[in-house]
């Protein structure tokens, strides 16, 4: 079996007496999406700028793409690309600019460090913006251009610190979809994020993230099944919702349970969701029982989360914004015990 | 693995590509003026000014200018290599500010995982304000000449007394990397900044002679190196004088040693300071 290309054994970091990680294990596959989910102040930002090299852990050890990321630093840097929390584009510069700079950097000649910039940019779509300043593009358009930035030296590894933070569903969506294309070429990504859905949409393997440690990792559907798998929820007038719950019996995982009140009928079908909704579509038709309502419902990452940690991820954010914008490591947070 | 395969460059090359890399910031850093020259002409007000103040306000009030200056012009034949090696120091505080900015931005988080020297971005950083701040020095000898400032002692004096401008200015370019990287916090980088020259600046022969001093600032105006260059930026500018306080040759060896000290202190320090961000 092939190592992988990025592993982390026991990682730690602290500054001053704030542990903002605490023992990261992390083994991601060449070529797959690996995300990293938690909330602020979980410790996705240092562990990324430990792995890019930006900082050195207090103790345990870290490998990408073969180089151990404090000893070998020097050599691992021109096979890794950043995209940081912020844009980090030169306003006054333009985007052709911008990129060709970084091409420099990476020490690509002159000549191929422009074909390198317009070939990202055609890319990313900002083509006709080439010869604009950066001050004049809008915010999706910045944190391209620094994606693009990101990708000039053709990294085989590929950080993304919240790279959707702050931007607006479409510019999202345009995204996801570079991060798919990636994906696709063969780029191995590591991306950190707190939204749930983005995880979900383009990661092939989650680590959930919580206070400086990993406390779960597996795909999107490991992850769920965890909780439980799916849920068909069905609605039926009110005189039929006992019937019908005698009807459906030992169709799914579990038994029905009703909620009489609500006229609602919820059965666990684990992954047989498709066959369980079409026979109790042909069993209450049957019985002549109308349908009002019926759905399978997928539990989110958000379920995920509040029963690994016992508090929602969204909660957490909650607390952190009410506290100073400050940058992640400053933070501390303190667990809500439930 | 590839790893195995892979050796770090050698020193030379390593000397080569961090020169390069240093060059390309410095270009980056030099686009701002260009695509925001307002900034160079906010830049000029306040030496402009200081020159304009100097000249016009002090004027005839200042004591102890040697009469054989006097009799060149007057004050301001005083004042101007003095106020140019103050423009030196006070220009290099860019230095500080543009680092704190390139931080707060995030920019030097991506300059630390590119491939790049990590002495790059300071070097690139000092480089272009010393570009800058050699505009800013013709400028600032285009108004002396038009308020009565003139050289008197020769073409190669002439550009002798800029190369020594330059190096003042580059040495507390460093300086003021490392303010920054200790500070941090943009405004905080600009307090300390000014706080620290401001003084020194102030004790010192610059912009009035030592000897009106009050006695203890005497004893650090006599020993401080902004006194030993402006001084020595006098002699270049019109020949010996009587309040030298040594030698062309002297003044030469403790201006160079002061800049030299400087440079082998802070850069190594500014390097550290960079390498060890968080």
């Not at chain 2, 580059?170 to 620290?196: P, R």
Request: proline share 5%.
């Amino acid at each position: 079996m092939d190592q992988p290309i990025i592993s982390t054994d026991a990682l730690k970091k602290s500054f001053g007496d704030v542990q903002a990680v605490k023992g990261v294990d992390l083994a991601v596959d060449e070529g797959k999406v690996f995300g990293l989910l938690g909330p602020n102040g979980a410790g996705k930002t240092t562990t990324i700028r430990i792995l890019t090299t930006l900082l050195q852990p207090d103790d345990g050890t870290a490998s990408v793409a073969g180089f151990d990321v404090v000893r070998d630093a020097i050599l691992l840097r021109p096979v890794i690309g950043l995209a940081g929390q912020f844009a980090a584009v030169d306003e006054n510069l333009t985007g052709l600019e911008n990129l060709e700079m970084v091409g420099r950097l990476y020490h690509l000649p002159r000549k191929e460090a422009r074909r390198r910039a317009e070939e990202v940019l055609e890319r990313f779509e900002l083509a006709d913006a080439a010869h604009r300043t950066a001050k004049t593009y809008s915010g999706g358009m910045r944190r391209r251009l620094d994606v693009g930035a990101s990708l000039v030296g053709r990294p085989r590894v590929l950080f993304m610190d919240e790279p959707t933070t702050g931007l607006d569903p479409r510019s999202r969506l345009v995204l996801w979809e570079l991060i798919r294309d990636l994906q696709a070429g063969g780029t191995t990504l590591l991306l950190c994020t707190q939204y749930l859905e983005e995880a979900d949409q383009l990661c092939d393997r989650i680590g959930v993230i919580d206070l400086g440690t990993v406390i779960a990792e597996g795909t999107s559907t490991e992850l769920k099944d965890k909780v439980g798998g799916e849920v068909l929820e069905l609605h039926v007038a009110a005189e039929h919702v006992s019937g019908a719950a005698d009807r459906l019996r030992g169709l799914g995982s579990d038994e029905p349970a009703v909620d009489a009140d609500l006229r609602l009928i919820r059965i666990p079908v684990g992954s047989e969701g498709p066959r369980v909704l079409l026979e109790t579509v042909r069993r209450l038709d049957d019985a002549d029982v109308p349908i009002e309502e019926i759905a399978l419902h997928r539990p989110t990452l958000d379920d995920v989360f509040l029963s690994l940690t016992g508090h929602a991820a969204e909660m957490a954010l909650e607390e952190e914004a009410a506290s100073e914008p400050e940058p992640e490591k400053k933070k501390r947070r303190k667990r809500k015990d439930r | 693995m590839s790893a195995v395969a892979v050796r770090p460059p050698g020193i030379a090359t390593r000397a080569a590509i961090s020169v390069q890399d240093s060059l390309v910031v410095a270009r980056r850093n030099l686009m701002q003026i260009v695509r925001i020259p307002a900034v160079l002409v906010f830049e000029l007000v306040q030496p402009v000014m200081f020159v304009l103040l100097f000249v016009y306000v002090f004027a005839d009030n200042v004591a102890n200018v040697p009469p054989e200056i006097v009799a060149l012009g007057g004050y301001v034949m005083f004042l101007m290599p003095g106020i140019i090696i103050q423009n030196a120091i006070f220009g290099a505080t860019t230095t500080a500010i543009g680092i704190a900015e390139d931080l707060k931005a995030g920019f030097v988080d991506r300059f630390r995982s590119l491939p790049m020297a990590r002495s790059a971005m300071l070097a690139g950083r000092a480089t272009s304000d010393l570009i800058k701040n050699f505009i800013l020095l013709l400028v600032v000898i285009g108004i002396g000449y038009l308020v009565g400032f003139s050289f008197e002692n020769g073409l190669l004096n002439a550009i002798l007394m800029i190369v020594l401008v330059m190096a003042v200015s580059f040495a507390f370019s460093w300086v003021m990397a490392w303010i920054a990287l200790s500070v941090k916090k943009l405004e905080a980088v600009q307090a300390a900044a000014f706080t620290g020259i401001f003084p020194l600046v102030f004790m010192s022969s610059a912009l009035v002679p030592v000897e009106g001093m009050a006695e203890w600032v005497q004893v650090i105006a006599r020993n401080n190196p902004i006194t030993h260059w402006a001084n020595l930026a006098r002699y270049f500018a019109f020949g010996e004088f009587s309040t030298m306080g040594g030698t062309p040759e002297q003044l030469m060896l403790w201006s160079a040693l002061w800049i030299v000290g400087i440079v082998a202190v802070f850069i190594p320090l500014s390097i550290r300071l960079y390498n060890k961000l968080t």
